[in-house]
């Protein structure tokens, strides 16, 4: 089963490029490497603004929120969250659409198993 490595630069323009009307879909079970997910986690840490949260679970993990707020794209209004543990173990995208929320786990590359 092959994975499906979503590339990170590509996200990361969707989400920056607020007046490019460009449609960003997030495809449920997309993984990203471990590689990924720290560029992920840079790319939120150093780009947060007074809309970026750092909560703490219940298990005190910490977790990064950042809002991607976009204009309105063929009468659709588009905002996207992006939530990143620190501890690099995966992220999450939660997209908004005219006020329905979808969302898509973006787990860490899972390590093969040795026989």
């Known amino acids: 089963m092959a994975l499906n490595l979503a590339p990170i630069g590509a996200l990361t323009r969707s989400f920056d490029s607020v007046a490019d009307g460009a449609k960003f879909e997030c495809p449920t079970g997309t993984t990203f490497g471990a590689k990924q997910i720290v560029e992920l986690r840079d790319h939120v840490l150093s780009n947060r603004g007074l809309d970026c949260v750092i909560n703490l679970n219940e298990s005190g993990q910490t977790f990064l929120y950042y809002n991607f707020k ?34 898509c786990d973006l787990q860490l590359e899972p390590n093969p198993q040795s026989n």
Not at 73 to 95: D, F, H, P, Q
Request: hydrophobic share 35%; glycine share 2%.
């Open 70 to 103: 976009r204009k309105t794209y063929n009468l659709t209004r588009y905002s996207y969250t992006i939530k990143v543990s620190v501890a690099e173990e995966w992220a999450m995208v939660l997209e908004e659409r005219n006020g329905f929320i979808n969302h």
